[in-house]
Structure formats: structure tokens, C-alpha cells
């Protein structure tokens, strides 16, 4: 019972959000129940009246002298086909509400598993960024897939068990009604039955997590399979990964196969027990002919109890099969251990001086080291800023703050003097745009992923992006021009392609401040003279951050940051880079960023200034 209770308190707070449909199911099994219970008691007036046409029940059977009772008013003539009446009508509205229980639990287990699906891609989105990304993706999918069915089985079960355990309860008056000194040895029997196929029960319950863990590899495998094909087959991997997906399958299906067995158990050997019970009753009280339909009768509804006892039985080995399941998805949904971003209240209407990083610190989640310490640097207002630096420095995590796709372990970011977690994040993010190396695109069509970058803009201005960034020197080579389809993360196009999209993207939203990170590390001189163009041509209303390691894409700079191990390592106009030729000559292979010979990239290691091979 304590790993019942432990998954019932699990799925406490699912019961919440649809706080009327358990008391509904319930009472619609209650009511079936006494229909079918009043209906198969009808049975005894049937028995007694089908060979001497009377009905004299003896003085024992409470029973049996209500409907004696009842029945007195109808003519003898026409009581048995009044009782066969009786009984057609009321189990056929019987069976109607069964039906109507089994179309609300098929509502609701689909209500619930959508409502599950869409709760954990709130509770993701609103999620930091960084939190996300530090999970695998295959256990996350996994959940969100899968385990959102599991738990929506678990509370069909535990919806069964109620249904069933009222519906039992009700045959259990009706049997005591019926025969309470049969019903006092058969209900003593079945808790000895209930007892012993409780063993089955936590078999399934131990290999449940096991299950959920399984299922979690064999999504991250099928997940990186699917997104590393074309590294696989170059590396010619197919057969190691074919072998690792195979053995997680392989596991997964062995742990379900399992579970199945198990739950599988439950029915047929509950059935025997019940029935070696009401044979053993029925051999030990069938002591004469007058107590024939008592006995019949007893033996009926005793029978009709069987599959609510197996049913039961069968809901409460699923309930504890899914227990991982259930905690899989509500640690996923618990918004305690997971950290979000804070909106403030004042909108963001553009830069008008610089944004500041006063003494800021950040630490990625699972490292050992910060990646920035005790950063502070200017970006100022409607210039173009420069931010160098070897791989690893810290460059990417300085974009993730400035942007506030996190917000730092230490110190502030200030936008104009004010903190930056004071201003609305909405608005803040409309008024923002990032381009990266590597853009995600989504399995659409090129004008859908431009205009993806500004709900409701208007084609002219969609066209007007597209142009700017380049799109159409190569969009009269596509099928379907803007309206064909690009594949999963843009895999029909070339890597230049993606990123003028991405571009087109970013500039749709016309944002007061622009970061791109490599955003032109893909195109050729032409297509990035163009890119970079189309962000420089809105003048100072506009603030544009470079992150790039060519020097045609810094040069547009007027203002440069450099970081080295984390730290800002320099800052100023370009003055400032003649006093760290040595880091400008290890990024670019020249003391200057105005030599015109070709770049560059060599490997440097040690603090900036010291460059060493």
C-alpha cells in the first residue's frame, strides 16, 4: 500500500486540475453497479418463481422477502415476465453507463495527457535557457512523449480502482442481502486471494524505474542518431551506432516484456482463486432443493464481482508499473528546483548610452570554473562593438547576459544605468536580435522562418528583410522559391543560406540592439560585405555587437572588448589594440587590424599579449 499511496500522492496535484471527474466516474460506477446489482438480485424471485410460478423466499433472506414484498401487488400470472423485464431493462441501463464511463475515461486520459504535454513545454519555456540545455535531450523528450502517456494511463488506473472498488462494494451489500453467512467466508477469502497477488505487484513496481531509465537511453539514442546521420556516415560509424541503438532497444523491450508478464499475472490468476471460491461456496451451502436459488443467486452476483476484483487488482499492479513514470513527470512540472528569469516593469524604448557590466561573474551549470570573472565593460549606445577573443574565453556567455538568456552568478548588467532585470522582458527581447554560426531554423519554408522573427509582420516588410540579407540571390534556385520547404534544421540549404536567413530573421524585427555571434563565418566576401551592409546601413539607432574571428567583420568596428580566460583583457577604440598586438597578431595573423593581408588563425595559449604556438 505505501507505493500506492506514494503514486496517488503523485498524481495529487493532476487530480487538481480536474477536480470533478474522479466523483463523477465513481458516481456513474456506483450507479451502474446498483442497477446491475438490482438486476441480478432479480434473479431469485426468477429462480423461485420459474418452477411452481410462486415466489416464497425463506424468512432469512432479506432479499428475497423485499422483492416479496414488491412483487405481492403483480398478479401471479404475469409476475415472472415482469421480473424478466426487470431484469433486460435494468442491465441494459447498466451497460449504457458502462459505456459512458468508458467514453469519459478515454476523454480524460486524453485531456490529461495533452494537458501534462503542454504544462511541461510552459514550464520548459519558461524555464532558464541554461537549465534546459545541461539536460539531455532524450530524457526530456522521453518524458514529454512517453511518460506523459504512462501517466495518463497510471491515472486511468487509479480511476479504475475507485470505479471498481465502489462497484465491489456495492455487490458486496447485495451479496450480504442476498446470504450474509455466504458472504462473511467468501469476502474472508478473497482478502487472503487479494493478499497473495499483492507478491506480482512489487515485482512490477521495482522495475519501473528501470523501465523509465531505459526508455530515456533509447530516446537519446534514436535522438542523436537522427541528428548526427551525416556525421555518423562520414565517420563511417553505421555499425557502432546501429549496435548501441540496438542494444538500447533491446533493453527497453526486455524491461517492458517484463512488466507486461507481470501485470499479465494478475488476471488469470486472480480468476482461478475467485473461481476455486465460489465453487468450494456453492458445493458447501446447496444443502437442499429450496435453497437452490438463493444460492444461484448468490453465486451471480458473486461472479459479476469477480472482474472488479481482477480489475482492481490489475489497475493497482499498472498504478505501481508507472510510479517512475509519474515522478519522472512531476519532478519535470515541480517549478521548485528549476530557476527562471524574473520580468521587471519598465519597457525598453532603445539604448541611449551604453550598457554597463559592473563586476559580473557567471558559472555555467555542472562546471568547475566560472566562465567570466569579475567582467566590467562598456558597450556604448549606437556604435559598433567588437568583442575578440580565443575560443573559450567567454565570449558566448557575455552574449547569453547581454541578451538576458541568463542572468549572472555576481555583479549587474546595467542598460542606461538601470539594472537590467528591472526592465520587461518582453519588451526587452523585442527590442533584441541574435544571429549566430549556427542558426536553428524550423522544418518550414523559408518565408515562414523570416517571418518567424516578428509575429504578424506584413509581407512587404518580410520581402524588404529578405532582400536586405541576401535571401534572394539564391532563392530563384529553390523549387518553390520563399514557399519551399527546408527541412529539419534547414538541412536542404547551405550553411551560408541558413545564416542570410537567420540574418533576414533578425532584421525583420528591426531591433535597437543586434548581437551576431559568427553570424558570417559561412559566406563568401560578397554575400558578408552584403550582410554586414544591411546591419550597418541603419546608422546610430541601432547597437551592433560583432563576435567573430574575421577580421573583415571587426574591422566595421569602432569600439573592441577583448576577453582572455574569462576576463576583459582590454577595452577601447581601436587605439587600444596596438598596446595587445600580440593577441591581434595570434586571432589574425597581423599586429593591426588595418593590414590588408588575407587572415589568419593560429592556435594561441596564454594570457593575452603573450601568444604562444
Same mark, same amino acid.
Given at each position: 500500500m505505501?507505493?500506492?499511496?506514494?503514486?496517488?500522492?503523485a498524481?495529487?496535484?493532476?487530480?487538481?486540475?480536474?477536480?470533478?471527474?474522479? /466523483?463523477?466516474?465513481?458516481?456513474?460506477?456506483?450507479?451502474?453497479?446498483?442497477?446491475?446489482?438490482?438486476?441480478? %438480485?432479480?434473479?431469485?424471485?426468477?429462480?423461485?418463481?420459474?418452477?411452481?410460478?410462486?415466489?416464497?423466499?425463506?424468512?432469512?433472506?432479506?432479499?428475497?422477502?423485499?422483492?416479496?414484498?414488491?412483487?405481492?401487488?403483480i /398478479?401471479?400470472?404475469?409476475?415472472?415476465?415482469?421480473?424478466?423485464?426487470?431484469?433486460?431493462?435494468?442491465?441494459?441501463?447498466k451497460?449504457?453507463?458502462?459505456y459512458?464511463?468508458?467514453?469519459?475515461?478515454?476523454?480524460?486520459?486524453?485531456?490529461?495527457?495533452?494537458?501534462?504535454?503542454?504544462?511541461?513545454?510552459?514550464?520548459?519555456?519558461?524555464?532558464?535557457?541554461?537549465?534546459t540545455?545541461?539536460?539531455?535531450?532524450? $530524457?526530456?523528450?522521453?518524458?514529454?512523449?512517453?511518460?506523459?502517456?504512462?501517466?495518463?494511463?497510471?491515472f486511468?488506473?487509479?480511476?479504475?480502482?475507485?470505479?471498481?472498488?465502489?462497484?465491489?462494494?456495492?455487490?458486496?451489500?447485495?451479496?450480504?442481502?442476498?446470504?450474509?453467512?455466504?458472504?462473511?467466508?467468501?469476502?474472508?477469502?478473497?482478502?487472503?486471494?487479494?493478499?497473495?497477488?499483492?507478491?506480482a505487484?512489487?515485482?512490477?513496481?521495482?522495475?519501473? /524505474?528501470?523501465?523509465?531509465?531505459?526508455w530515456d537511453?533509447?530516446?537519446?539514442?534514436?535522438?542523436?542518431?537522427?541528428?548526427?546521420?551525416?556525421?555518423?556516415?562520414?565517420?563511417?560509424? =553505421?555499425?557502432?551506432?546501429?549496435?548501441?541503438?540496438?542494444?538500447?532497444?533491446h533493453?527497453?523491450?526486455r524491461?517492458?516484456?517484463?512488466?507486461?508478464?507481470?501485470?499479465?499475472?494478475v488476471?488469470?490468476?486472480?480468476e482461478?482463486?475467485?473461481?476455486?471460491?465460489?465453487?468450494?461456496?456453492?458445493?458447501?451451502?446447496?444443502?437442499?432443493? %429450496? %435453497?437452490?436459488?438463493?444460492?444461484?443467486?448468490?453465486?451471480?452476483?458473486?461472479?459479476?464481482?469477480? &472482474?472488479?476484483?481482477?480489475?482492481t487488482?490489475?489497475?493497482?499492479?499498472?498504478?505501481?508499473?508507472?510510479?517512475a513514470?509519474?515522478?519522472?513527470?512531476?519532478?519535470?512540472?515541480?517549478?521548485?528546483?528549476?530557476?527562471?528569469?524574473?520580468?521587471? @516593469?519598465?519597457?525598453?524604448?532603445?539604448?541611449?548610452?551604453?550598457?554597463?557590466? =559592473?563586476?559580473?561573474s557567471?558559472?555555467?551549470?555542472?562546471? =568547475?570554473?566560472? !566562465?567570466?570573472?569579475?567582467?566590467?565593460?562598456?558597450?556604448?549606445?549606437?556604435?559598433?562593438?567588437?568583442?575578440?577573443?580565443?575560443?573559450?574565453?567567454?565570449?558566448?556567455?557575455?552574449?547569453?547576459?547581454?541578451?538576458?538568456? @541568463?542572468? &549572472?552568478? $555576481?555583479?549587474?548588467?546595467?542598460?542606461?544605468?538601470? /539594472?537590467?532585470?528591472?526592465?520587461?522582458l518582453?519588451?526587452?527581447r523585442?527590442?533584441?536580435?541574435?544571429?549566430?554560426?549556427?542558426?536553428?531554423?524550423?522544418?518550414?519554408?523559408?518565408?515562414d522562418?523570416?517571418?518567424?522573427?516578428?509575429?504578424?509582420?506584413?509581407?512587404?516588410?518580410?520581402?524588404?528583410?529578405?532582400?536586405?540579407?541576401g535571401?534572394?540571390?539564391f532563392?530563384?534556385?529553390?523549387?518553390?522559391?520563399?514557399? !519551399?520547404?527546408?527541412?529539419?534544421?534547414?538541412?536542404?540549404?547551405?550553411?551560408?543560406?541558413?545564416?542570410?536567413?537567420?540574418?533576414?530573421?533578425?532584421?525583420?524585427?528591426?531591433?535597437?540592439?543586434?548581437?551576431?555571434?559568427?553570424?558570417?563565418?559561412?559566406?563568401?566576401?560578397?554575400?558578408?560585405?552584403?550582410?554586414?551592409?544591411?546591419?550597418?546601413?541603419q546608422?546610430?539607432?541601432?547597437?551592433?555587437?560583432?563576435?567573430?574571428?574575421?577580421?573583415?567583420?571587426v574591422?566595421?568596428?569602432?569600439?573592441?572588448?577583448?576577453l582572455?580566460?574569462?576576463?576583459?583583457?582590454?577595452?577601447?577604440?581601436? !587605439?587600444?589594440?596596438?598596446?595587445?598586438?600580440?593577441?591581434?597578431?595570434?586571432?589574425?595573423?597581423?599586429?593591426t587590424?588595418?593590414? $590588408?593581408?588575407p587572415?589568419?588563425?593560429?592556435?594561441?595559449?596564454?594570457?593575452?599579449?603573450?601568444?604562444? =604556438?
Amino acid at each position: 500500500m505505501k507505493g500506492e499511496r506514494a503514486v496517488i500522492r503523485a498524481l495529487a496535484p493532476i487530480r487538481r486540475w480536474h477536480p470533478r471527474i474522479l /466523483p463523477v466516474m465513481t458516481a456513474i460506477g456506483v450507479a451502474s453497479a446498483l442497477l446491475e446489482g438490482v438486476g441480478l %438480485s432479480l434473479f431469485l424471485p426468477f429462480l423461485y418463481s420459474i418452477d411452481a410460478g410462486t415466489f416464497a423466499p425463506t424468512e432469512d433472506s432479506f432479499l428475497g422477502q423485499t422483492f416479496h414484498r414488491a412483487l405481492f401487488e403483480i /398478479p401471479e400470472s404475469h409476475r415472472l415476465l415482469a421480473v424478466s423485464i426487470g431484469i433486460v431493462v435494468l442491465i441494459s441501463l447498466k451497460n449504457l453507463l458502462v459505456y459512458a464511463n468508458a467514453i469519459l475515461d478515454s476523454w480524460v486520459r486524453t485531456l490529461l495527457v495533452h494537458s501534462l504535454r503542454s504544462r511541461i513545454v510552459d514550464q520548459l519555456l519558461r524555464t532558464r535557457a541554461d537549465y534546459t540545455e545541461s539536460r539531455e535531450a532524450g $530524457r526530456l523528450v522521453n518524458v514529454l512523449q512517453n511518460q506523459t502517456l504512462e501517466v495518463g494511463r497510471a491515472f486511468a488506473s487509479h480511476a479504475q480502482i475507485l470505479v471498481n472498488a465502489s462497484t465491489a462494494a456495492v455487490f458486496g451489500v447485495f451479496l450480504v442481502l442476498v446470504s450474509w453467512q455466504l458472504a462473511l467466508g467468501v469476502g474472508a477469502a478473497l482478502l487472503l486471494i487479494s493478499s497473495l497477488v499483492r507478491l506480482a505487484w512489487r515485482r512490477a513496481e521495482g522495475r519501473s /524505474p528501470a523501465f523509465v531509465k531505459a526508455w530515456d537511453e533509447l530516446s537519446q539514442r534514436g535522438l542523436e542518431l537522427l541528428q548526427g546521420m551525416r556525421t555518423i556516415q562520414l565517420f563511417g560509424r =553505421e555499425a557502432y551506432e546501429r549496435e548501441r541503438f540496438a542494444r538500447a532497444s533491446h533493453e527497453a523491450s526486455r524491461i517492458w516484456l517484463q512488466l507486461e508478464l507481470l501485470s499479465g499475472l494478475v488476471r488469470p490468476a486472480s480468476e482461478i482463486l475467485v473461481v476455486v471460491v465460489v465453487v468450494v461456496a456453492l458445493l458447501a451451502t446447496l444443502q437442499g432443493a %429450496s %435453497s437452490i436459488p438463493t444460492v444461484l443467486t448468490f453465486a451471480l452476483i458473486l461472479w459479476r464481482l469477480r &472482474p472488479q476484483i481482477q480489475g482492481t487488482d490489475v489497475a493497482r499492479a499498472q498504478l505501481l508499473g508507472a510510479r517512475a513514470s509519474v515522478e519522472a513527470v512531476a519532478a519535470l512540472l515541480d517549478p521548485g528546483d528549476k530557476p527562471t528569469l524574473s520580468s521587471g @516593469t519598465l519597457p525598453f524604448h532603445g539604448l541611449a548610452d551604453s550598457m554597463r557590466f =559592473e563586476a559580473v561573474s557567471y558559472r555555467h551549470v555542472g562546471s =568547475e570554473e566560472d !566562465s567570466l570573472r569579475d567582467v566590467s565593460l562598456a558597450i556604448p549606445a549606437g556604435r559598433t562593438t567588437a568583442v575578440l577573443g580565443l575560443s573559450g574565453a567567454g565570449k558566448s556567455t557575455l552574449v547569453q547576459l547581454l541578451l538576458r538568456v @541568463t542572468d &549572472p552568478d $555576481r555583479g549587474r548588467v546595467l542598460l542606461d544605468g538601470v /539594472p537590467l532585470t528591472e526592465l520587461d522582458l518582453a519588451s526587452w527581447r523585442r527590442g533584441t536580435a541574435l544571429v549566430t554560426h549556427d542558426p536553428v531554423l524550423f522544418n518550414a519554408t523559408v518565408w515562414d522562418n523570416i517571418a518567424y522573427g516578428l509575429d504578424g509582420a506584413g509581407a512587404d516588410a518580410i520581402a524588404r528583410a529578405a532582400r536586405r540579407a541576401g535571401v534572394d540571390d539564391f532563392i530563384e534556385h529553390l523549387p518553390d522559391g520563399y514557399h !519551399s520547404l527546408i527541412g529539419d534544421r534547414g538541412a536542404r540549404l547551405s550553411a551560408g543560406q541558413k545564416q542570410r536567413i537567420a540574418l533576414a530573421r533578425a532584421l525583420l524585427r528591426e531591433p535597437r540592439l543586434i548581437v551576431l555571434d559568427e553570424a558570417t563565418s559561412a559566406l563568401d566576401a560578397t554575400a558578408e560585405k552584403r550582410a554586414l551592409e544591411a546591419v550597418s546601413s541603419q546608422g546610430g539607432r541601432v547597437t551592433v555587437v560583432f563576435v567573430s574571428h574575421r577580421r573583415a567583420v571587426v574591422e566595421r568596428a569602432d569600439h573592441f572588448v577583448l576577453l582572455d580566460d574569462g576576463r576583459v583583457a582590454a577595452e577601447g577604440d581601436r !587605439s587600444v589594440l596596438e598596446g595587445i598586438s600580440g593577441a591581434v597578431r595570434g586571432l589574425y595573423g597581423t599586429d593591426t587590424l588595418d593590414d $590588408r593581408t588575407p587572415p589568419q588563425v593560429r592556435v594561441v595559449r596564454g594570457r593575452a599579449g603573450s601568444p604562444r =604556438e
